[in-house]
């Protein structure tokens, strides 16, 4: 009986960190551009966007291209679920934009979009 109340407590304790942590996390929603997306030479974007199911500080994100030279892009220096970052002019090609930032609760987050500008 003891340790059957013991498990349903310690059960109890571990499902509510799970939620709490999941509910704290600034889940990744998307981008702009898409992760995936080939753009035609018309769309270039001058600016990318991220977007958060909560807030986040970005800390960083830098722009690569394939083969090329890593670019940091600013990043405003406050908790938003959005984020609207300013992009150099792209040439055709392959880039990759690495973010990383703080959510809210203090967790460290990180992640990559890639997309491809399309030769005309
Ligand atoms: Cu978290």
Redesign the pocket.
Same mark, same amino acid.
């Given at each position: 009986m003891q340790y059957t109340k013991l498990f349903g407590a310690l059960a109890l304790a571990v499902w509510l960190l799970a939620v709490s942590?999941v509910q704290?996390? @600034?889940p990744f929603e998307g981008s702009v551009p898409k992760d995936g997306a080939t753009l035609s030479a018309e769309e270039v974007p001058e600016q990318f966007e991220l977007k958060f199911g909560h807030t986040l500080r970005l800390t960083s994100a830098v722009l690569r291209r394939h083969e090329g030279e890593a670019v940091s892009l600013e990043t405003p220096n406050r908790p938003a679920s959005e984020h609207s970052l300013a992009l150099p002019e792209l040439a055709p090609g392959h880039y990759v934009v690495q973010w990383r930032g703080i @959510? @809210?609760?203090?967790?460290v987050?990180s992640g990559s979009v890639e997309f491809t500008v399309a030769a005309r």
């Amino acid at each position: 009986m003891q340790y059957t109340k013991l498990f349903g407590a310690l059960a109890l304790a571990v499902w509510l960190l799970a939620v709490s942590t999941v509910q704290a996390h @600034a889940p990744f929603e998307g981008s702009v551009p898409k992760d995936g997306a080939t753009l035609s030479a018309e769309e270039v974007p001058e600016q990318f966007e991220l977007k958060f199911g909560h807030t986040l500080r970005l800390t960083s994100a830098v722009l690569r291209r394939h083969e090329g030279e890593a670019v940091s892009l600013e990043t405003p220096n406050r908790p938003a679920s959005e984020h609207s970052l300013a992009l150099p002019e792209l040439a055709p090609g392959h880039y990759v934009v690495q973010w990383r930032g703080i @959510a @809210a609760d203090g967790h460290v987050m990180s992640g990559s979009v890639e997309f491809t500008v399309a030769a005309r």
